[in-house]
């Protein structure tokens, strides 16, 4: 049983090593990013909603994450653990997680901080696919990971459960450290 949070800037590789951890442990992969691209792909209304943030690079309004973040939670393979990719993504969000886990009588293992340098974020973004990975977009959401998401870090610390990683080495390594960290 394990229940993960994945925190880092975008392009980090938090993607690639929640998927790894998640089949490590065979416990679900929650990316708030991947629920928001399926969204926009298939049009539904939230998806409509929330493509307008995105592609500007800004946080979508946390009135629509919050609501996704407590089904997903309460879908019965969240029982067995999880590792959440993408959220919390601000203090308002971290601190709606605390209390809903609390109500579940849930608390995190670890949150997980993979710590990479500006230049091999950017340089890893531009070389991936996504609509949202272009200049502009990559600056603002360096921006908005900074002034949101980086306090995000400092609450887990206070709480105890951080830990950092050296995000800048192959894949591989990073996996092997994390799962070490993990089993710690
Ligand atoms: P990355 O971390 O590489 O930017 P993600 O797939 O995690 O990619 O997120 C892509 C976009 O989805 C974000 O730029 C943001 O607009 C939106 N998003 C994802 N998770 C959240 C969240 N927890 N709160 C608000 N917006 C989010």
Do not use: C
């Not at 929650?30 to 998806?47: C, F, M, N, P, V």
């Not at 609390?102 to 608390?107: C, D, G, P």
């Not at 830990?163 to 710690?184: F, R």
């Amino acid at each position: 049983m394990k229940r993960l949070i994945f925190l880092g800037p975008p392009g980090a590789g938090k993607g690639t090593q929640a998927k790894a951890l998640s089949s490590t442990y065979q416990i679900p992969h929650i990316s708030t990013g991947e629920i928001l691209r399926r969204a926009t792909t298939a049009q539904t209304l939230l998806g409509q909603k929330a493509k307008v943030y995105m592609d500007k690079g800004e946080l979508v309004p946390d009135e629509l994450i919050l609501d996704l973040i407590k089904e997903r939670l309460a879908q019965p393979d969240s029982k067995k653990g999880w590792v959440l990719d993408g959220f919390p993504r601000n203090l308002a969000q971290a601190s709606f997680l605390e209390q809903l886990l609390a109500n579940l009588n849930q608390s995190p293992d670890f949150a997980l901080n993979l710590i990479v340098p500006d230049e091999v974020v950017i340089t890893r973004m531009l070389e991936r696919d996504r609509e949202d990975d272009n200049e502009d977009t990559i600056r603002r959401r360096l921006q908005v990971y900074r002034d949101d998401t980086a306090p995000v870090i400092s609450f887990y610390q206070e709480r105890g459960i951080l830990k950092s990683i050296d995000g800048n080495q192959s894949m591989e390594a990073v996996t092997s450290s994390l799962q070490t960290l993990v089993e710690s």
